[in-house]
């Protein structure tokens, strides 16, 4: 049985070294070497041609954010990024993720994480989804984002349509690829659930904010839904839309996800089909399909994305085995079929 090779990267002794033993805990993973920091790594990289490479952020010499746009330049290779999970250090992670990085790993207790162990299997599952999604990670590459002036609504009425999206693992980079094609006009607003630890989504809302037309909020509850806005869920709650028209933010343990997409689009059902789109994009399991498909039912157009572009054909692959999206598109064409379908609803097109 072939095994995946992975280089891992991180400037303490200690975090190879846990690191390489809980990879190699499992069967199915070889640690071909390790790396002191992001030189050694691109070089390593480019020698050893590992399937996978962990990489931490702050280091010496060359910084994981560096070796990265290097190592996505001179030699791809699917990258998970494990990294104390910290204010300073989650905006850089967004950033690395949108730059082509396959997924982060928080690591629990700062940098030199004696407790590592707690994410040992999310840090094994998360190299095999890399190693299996690698061609999807190639072909994406990293991306180049330019800064966009928020839409400004000149006055504060409910929103009368939504655009309701859900998606997990490769999320924020294809949600900015394709909400930076989006149109804003003041009837509409648009709903984002995200799989997400808490520390990371306000700097993903910002993101958000800074390289699309929409000005989004990370969402608080009771808040009412704008349009000409965004609102996206925080990480660690579930997040749906009251029949007022407002956002309801709650714990339930009967779901896998927090927040749960399933639980966005069924609100979405009750309070705005026909008036709504729903979107389901890459991700992993099934979380979205059921949603999706209650907003079909009750007259909404659903769209999921296609096997073509998604990083990991997991959620969209259920919508459609389900029968829930009236369309399945590339990355590439769902702004564009957004836009489409808005001018439909108003009666525009």
Known sequence: MKKIRVLVVDDSAFMRKAIREILESDPEIEVIDTARNGLEAVEKTKNLKPDVVTLDINMPVMDGKEALARIMEECPTPVVVVSSLTQEDAPITMELIDMGAFDYVPKPSGTISLDIHKVADEIIQKVKQAYRSRRGILRRG????????????????????????????????????????????????????????????????????????????????????????????????????????????????????????????????????????????????????????????????????????????????????????????????????????????????
Not at 185 to 193: F, G, I, N, S, W
Not at 224 to 247: E, F, N, Q, R, S
């Open 142 to 349: 990293p991306s180049s984002r330019v800064f966009k002036a928020s839409f400004k609504p000149t006055k504060r009425s409910l929103a009368k349509y939504v655009v309701a999206v859900g998606i997990s693992t490769g999320g924020p980079a294809t949600l900015i690829d394709i909400l930076q094609d989006c149109e804003v006009d003041e009837e509409t607003a648009y709903l984002v659930v995200q799989h997400m630890p808490p520390q990371f989504t306000p700097s993903l809302a910002k993101r958000l904010s800074e390289y699309t037309p929409i000005q989004f909020h990370h969402a608080t509850n009771g808040q009412a839904v704008l349009g000409g806005y965004g609102y996206l869920a925080p990480g660690g709650w579930h997040m749906k839309v009251t029949h007022d028209k407002k956002i309801k933010l709650f714990k339930d343990d009967s779901y896998i996800y927090y927040p749960s997409v399933d639980v966005l689009f069924h609100s979405v059902a009750e309070v705005y089909c026909p008036n709504a789109i729903g979107v389901i994009l890459t991700g992993i399991g099934r979380d979205g399909a059921e949603g999706l498909l209650r907003m079909k039912e009750c007259g909404c157009v659903t769209i999921a994305e296609s096997e073509e572009t998604a990083v990991v054909y997991g959620m969209p692959a259920a919508a459609k085995e389900i029968g829930a999206a009236k369309e399945i598109l590339p990355a590439y064409r769902i702004a564009g079929a957004i836009k489409r379908y808005l001018k439909r609803l108003k009666g525009n097109g």
